[in-house]
């Protein structure tokens, strides 16, 4: 048997030492709370997804009765920018939790599910895609989505096991 670490490269800022378009992405994401649709979890999550060409994304999670028919924030910014802006890279998203009448204190980190669509668009892109997570207390900057998703299943992982 073999044993290893895995290791993730994370920056711990506090909200005003993040860079200013950090700053920026994370005030979208903290403002797109307000949109999400959360009657079941009243946990309302914002995301704000900056592209190459600077645009900016917004997303915010939509939750239904039938609870696998809801969606994430970091999903509705990622495909609506897939859907709106085909071929544009996808260079940081930022994301925001707010629950019981304020932020949450510490940074709300995306869903596996989430993760690999991440992982997906950064690995099609050959380009990192930067994760923020805002929480009151500090903020969290990860250089690539697949620091979040080690193992990560990707295309490549598809033609690994055929026939050649």
Do not use: W
């Not at 596996?112 to 009151?136: F, N, W």
Request: a negative charge; proline letters at 5%; aromatic letters at 10%.
């Amino acid at each position: 048997m073999k044993t290893f670490e895995l290791q993730a490269k994370v920056h711990a800022y506090s909200y005003d030492e993040l860079p200013p378009d950090y700053r920026e992405l994370v005030d979208v994401a903290k403002q797109m709370t307000g949109a999400s649709y959360n009657p079941y979890s009243r946990f309302a999550v914002g995301a704000a997804l900056r592209l190459e060409d600077g645009t900016i994304v917004r997303g915010c999670n939509q939750e239904n009765a039938a609870y696998p028919s809801g969606l994430c924030a970091e999903r509705t910014a990622l495909f609506a920018a897939g859907a709106n802006y085909p071929g544009k890279a996808m260079r940081a998203i930022a994301i925001a939790a707010f629950s019981n009448g304020r932020f949450t204190q510490e940074p709300v980190s995306p869903c596996g599910g989430c993760r690999q669509v991440m992982v997906e668009y950064e690995d099609a892109q050959k380009a990192p895609l930067a994760v923020i997570l805002y929480g009151t207390d500090g903020c969290y900057v990860i250089e690539s989505s697949k620091e979040l998703m080690p193992f990560c299943f990707v295309a490549e992982s598809l033609a690994a096991n055929k026939d050649e």
